[in-house]
């Protein structure tokens, strides 16, 4: 039997919030378009920039303190920091089937938000660039209501800008237990963890649902509230 919870009725209208990064966006993928660029203009080894990449995550300073020591680059740390912010924005693509999958929803009367973390002209950017202002009702980006993933506020802010209020009629998808779904359980919502293959850690935040993949949201959702 459904979760009484996730019928829908006029005051609470199923309601699904999507972390960004990670989530709907798969870094590394960025990541790695960026690397081939930087190693193909610079002349550094791709496969430096990666293994230097998954031991300074996500401390990009370090990073680029690492390249330019390593390879005595003229711009200093903070313009590769820059170039790299800007060209990572640039390069950002939402997947395919990810776009299904969010128009699906929306199409069988879901509304959708997303909430992430991060300065606003650097998400606003991003956001922007994958489409999903065309794709979602609502975007909380923590730099702009001063309020930070897991605390439970900025998951308030979403639900306000949708019009409804928390409870288990509003569900959470996101990869990270700490930030995603730990908040969102203390703000009253459903959770959804995106695992990416990972095991879920004992102890730590537990999940609703555990999906391996943000594509499977949709089958999920629709079965929840069948």
Aim: aromatic share 8%; hydrophobic share 45%; proline share 5%.
């Amino acid at each position: 039997m459904p979760n009484e919870g996730w019928k829908r009725n006029s005051a609470n209208a199923p309601v699904v919030l999507f972390d960004f990064d990670g989530t709907l966006i798969q870094r590394q993928e960025v990541f790695a378009k960026w690397a081939a660029e930087f190693a193909e203009k610079h002349g550094v080894p791709l496969a430096w920039l990666l293994e230097a990449d998954a031991r300074c995550a996500p401390g990009r300073m370090e990073f680029f303190e690492r390249v330019k020591s390593r390879f005595g680059m003229q711009p200093t740390v903070a313009e590769l920091n820059a170039q790299y912010r800007q060209r990572m924005s640039e390069l950002i693509t939402l997947d395919r089937q990810v776009h299904a999958m969010l128009a699906d929803l929306r199409e069988s009367g879901w509304r959708l938000g997303v909430v992430t973390n991060g300065t606003a002209d650097r998400q606003t950017a991003k956001l922007v660039k994958a489409g999903l202002y065309d794709l979602v009702d609502a975007v909380v980006v923590a730099g702009v209501v001063g309020v930070w993933k897991p605390d439970a506020r900025i998951f308030r802010h979403a639900t306000a800008r949708l019009g409804v209020q928390p409870g288990p009629h509003v569900v959470m998808v996101g990869d990270s237990l700490e930030q995603d779904v730990a908040g969102a359980r203390i703000a009253g919502l459903s959770t959804v963890w995106v695992s990416h293959d990972r095991l879920l850690p004992r102890p730590g935040p537990r999940p609703r649902h555990t999906i391996r993949t943000v594509t499977e949201a949709g089958e999920l959702l629709r079965d929840i509230v069948s």
